[in-house]
């Protein structure tokens, strides 16, 4: 049997019904995330819009937590993602308190740290500095780019091909990934999670596409754009660096004039003009 056709009017009702539980779905959220609303409260709260929200998307909001830290928890009880807060049960419940409990009396874990700007300001020299800083952890990203000569597979980058990255992207083993001047980059979200486990600070040097995506996902990374001192630097430091061919330098030039409009969209900006004041800055940030 057909359901019954809905009047205009019922229609029109209906519809304001669901923008309106949109936006208090949206307020919860955001409550979440400035702390004026405690996270466990929400299991004790009868509101529809409430109860039929699903449990990821509130405990990334944590602040905090963020998507990286949801998903150890997730993996550690076993609760499906997509519980609604309605669907949690009392040992689900008791097991949730527990990682939290246990969150805050862990040794202090590590911050995700975003080092992103144009190709060529010398992103990877500044955080190469930090290799043997066993404070930080600096994440292996899988890319479809060809290997340069002066590069190891697995220490500057997983060299993979376009069929095993788009892989990766299916069995959804990506933090964040983007296009980039002809090729695929992406951070491995495995290794990340255990590195910031293991209290240590992550790097993550990427583009700015995959910069808003960290941004999105994971409300307590902290994002840092690193400047060149002037437009002509950048050009003569990619362009002398020898390392693409003439179409890849003006890709990456052309990405460099959007990349740096975004600037303002990070937390911190740091102007490279010598590499060791570079490095000092970044680790008073990250240990900030
Ligand atoms: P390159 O080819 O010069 O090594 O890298 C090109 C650009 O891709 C750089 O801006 C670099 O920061 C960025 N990149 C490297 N790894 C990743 C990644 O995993 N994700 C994203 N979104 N960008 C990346």
Redesign the pocket.
Known sequence: MLPPRLSRRARRKAGMKAVAARQERAKVKEQIATGDLFFFDLFTDERKSVTRMKLIDLLQAVPGIGQVRAEIIFDRTGISPSRRIGGVGKRQLELLRQEFLLMKNSRRSGKLLV??????VG??TITNNLRSDDRFWI?V???T?NIRTNEVDGI??HFVSSDRFNEMIEGKE?L???D??G?K???PKQPVAEALANGKNVI????????R?VRKNSNDAVLIFIEPPSWEVLKSRLINRG??SEQSTQA?LDRAKE?LSAAVEFDHILINHRVEDSVAELVSLALA
């Open positions: 080092v992103s700007g144009p190709s060529g992103k990877s994440s990203s899988a890319t780019r500057d980058y990506f964040e990934w983007a980039f001047a090729a980059y992406g951070t993550l040097e990427i583009e700015l596409n995959g910069a995506q390392t693409e990456r990349e």
